[in-house]
């Protein structure tokens, strides 16, 4: 066999491997949190599987007379809230596991607290940096090494094994949507074909009637026999 081919049948599974490992998205974000008397939630979603671990690391920057309360909720119709906190400040780690599919909302408030003297023209805000960690990014394999004696080799198998896990997941959640799909076009086809054959039923009907009527009508005024 050539070099060129062998070359070719090692480097195939070493770029497979390379793009999974560049497709693993992340999720971190930094934003100033405005202060109000009565704020507004601001939420950041993120798409996540049910039974889905979630850890979610807010660093909250200084700011005085100013509170800063996180809620976890979720876009599914029960309106699932994982957990609330108050008066978060420097750095907190939450985890939850998603009971839904969905999207995962991580909403922060910074309430003004104490008299201070606020108008419009007074910016109060404090410097949020978020980090939301889904799937196989939340499994701390360095943690799972340590506890099992695994080898750094083995360490990134089983990193590469939670990988292909949730690929597989994500494939056949995207299945079962296409099947869902597939189902709702056909019932939706064979709805429409349903309402063509009354419609056209109701037209010949309409004509059927329309002739004894016109007839019956034509024989009464003696202009047929």
């Known amino acids: ?3 060129s081919q062998l070359y070719s049948i090692f480097s195939l599974p070493l770029l497979l491997l390379s793009l999974i490992l560049q497709s693993t998205p992340t999720h971190a974000i930094k934003f100033a ?3 109000q008397r009565y704020p507004q939630p601001k939420c950041i979603w993120n798409t996540a599987h049910t039974n889905t ?3 979610v690391t807010a660093n909250v920057g200084p700011g005085t007379n100013q509170r800063v309360d996180v809620e976890i909720v979720d876009s599914s119709p029960k309106n699932n809230v994982y957990l609330a906190k108050k008066g ?3 750095e907190a780690r939450l985890a939850i596991t998603t009971h839904s599919e969905g999207e995962v909302g991580v909403c922060f408030k910074n309430h003004i607290e ?3 003297s606020y108008d419009k023209s007074t910016k109060l805000d404090r410097v949020v940096d978020l980090d939301v960690d889904i799937g196989a990014d939340a499994v ?9 004696s695994l080898s750094g080799l083995e360490t990134e198998m089983r990193k590469l ?3 292909v896990k949730e690929i597989v997941d994500e494939m056949g959640y995207l ?3 296409e099947e869902r799909f597939t189902d709702t076009n056909t019932s939706t086809n064979q709805r429409v074909q349903n309402f063509a054959w009354f419609t056209l039923l109701s037209l010949a009907g309409l004509g059927v009637w329309q002739i004894f009527h016109l007839r019956a009508f034509f024989k009464r005024k003696y202009l047929i026999d």
């Open 1 to 3: 066999m050539a070099r």
């Open 33 to 35: 949190l405005p202060a």
């Open 53 to 55: 671990l979630v850890i």
């Open 88 to 90: 978060i400040a420097g």
């Open 114 to 116: 104490g008299d201070i």
């Open 140 to 148: 701390d394999y360095n943690a799972i090494a340590n506890q099992e």
């Open 161 to 163: 094994e939670g990988i």
């Open 175 to 177: 299945k079962k949507r």
